[in-house]
């Protein structure tokens, strides 16, 4: 990586690819993410090294619930694992774990591992890696409209008060800022109700390598490619 490079403060990463990785081998579609929790991992440890501050994975989509029970199944059980094994390795690399999402939907042994995990980083000072489960960006938008409406009727704000940045206080990411850079794997060109709010003035990296395939080298050349990119948010 040079000198020049641009390290954004925060990356949000639609990982696809999964199944056709799988597909691909002859395997069973959860190797496909079993071989993607390893790219998780390789992620994490690649932006805790080149100091970016926040990244945001699409782990579980609100739309992922209608997959074969088999198959929620198989990754509700990953993401425990990943989150009973992985926490000392994250606390070692001074990473604090956070979700974002629907957190209530998942299995309660999936929120237990979760919320331990959350705990026991929530003191460490280094990269913030935000888990999106069983998240949608309209369901987020809708969870906003909710939350501000009741600010409304307690008398918190009135609706003259209601501005862009008040609403971004409303949604799960009040916490963080918007992403600089959007990648997503295995070459489709589409959002697939990903912060959509947030991502209004993200740069966007498409790569057609499938997830299992996205390693720490992939990520340093999305960031090399971002470092091109001239932001000018919607000014000259
Ligand atoms: C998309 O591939 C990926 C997912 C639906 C789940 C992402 C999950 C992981 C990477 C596993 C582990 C995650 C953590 C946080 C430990 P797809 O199944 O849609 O692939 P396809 O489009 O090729 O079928």
Redesign the pocket.
């Known amino acids: 990586m040079s000198s020049k490079t641009v390290i954004p403060k925060h990356i949000a990463v639609?990982?696809?690819?999964?199944?056709?990785?799988?597909?691909e081998r002859g395997l069973p579609?959860r190797s496909?993410?079993?071989a993607?929790?390893e790219?998780?991992?390789e992620c994490v440890e690649a932006c805790s090294e080149l100091g970016v501050d926040f990244l945001t994975?699409?782990?579980?989509?609100s739309e992922?619930w209608n997959?074969p029970k088999a198959?929620i199944k198989a990754?509700m059980k990953?993401?425990e694992?990943?989150?009973r094994e992985?926490t000392p390795e994250i606390c070692e690399r001074n990473v604090r774990l956070q979700a974002i999402g629907r957190i209530t939907d998942l299995p309660e042994s999936c929120q237990k591992a979760l919320s331990e995990a959350i705990d026991r980083s929530s003191e460490n000072t280094g990269l913030t890696l935000i888990?999106a489960?069983s998240y949608g960006g309209r369901e987020e938008i809708v969870d906003g409209i909710k939350s501000l409406i009741r600010h409304l009727d307690d008398g918190h704000i009135d609706r003259g008060m209601i501005t862009p940045e008040l609403f971004s206080k409303h949604l799960y990411t009040r916490y963080y800022p918007d992403p600089d850079l959007l990648i997503r794997t295995?070459g489709?060109m589409r959002l697939s109700n990903f912060l959509l709010w947030q991502i209004s003035y993200s740069e966007i990296y498409i790569t057609n390598k499938?997830?299992?395939d996205f390693r720490k080298q992939d990520l340093h050349n999305a960031i090399e490619d971002f470092s091109k990119r001239q932001r000018r948010f919607g000014g000259l």
């Not at 994975?57 to 989509?61: D, K, M, N, P, R």
């Open positions: 639609i990982m696809d690819g999964n199944g056709r990785w799988a597909k579609r496909g993410h079993q993607g929790a790219s998780v991992r994975l699409y782990a579980f989509s992922n997959r198959e990754l990953l993401l694992r990943f989150l992985k888990l489960l295995s489709e499938n997830w299992p």
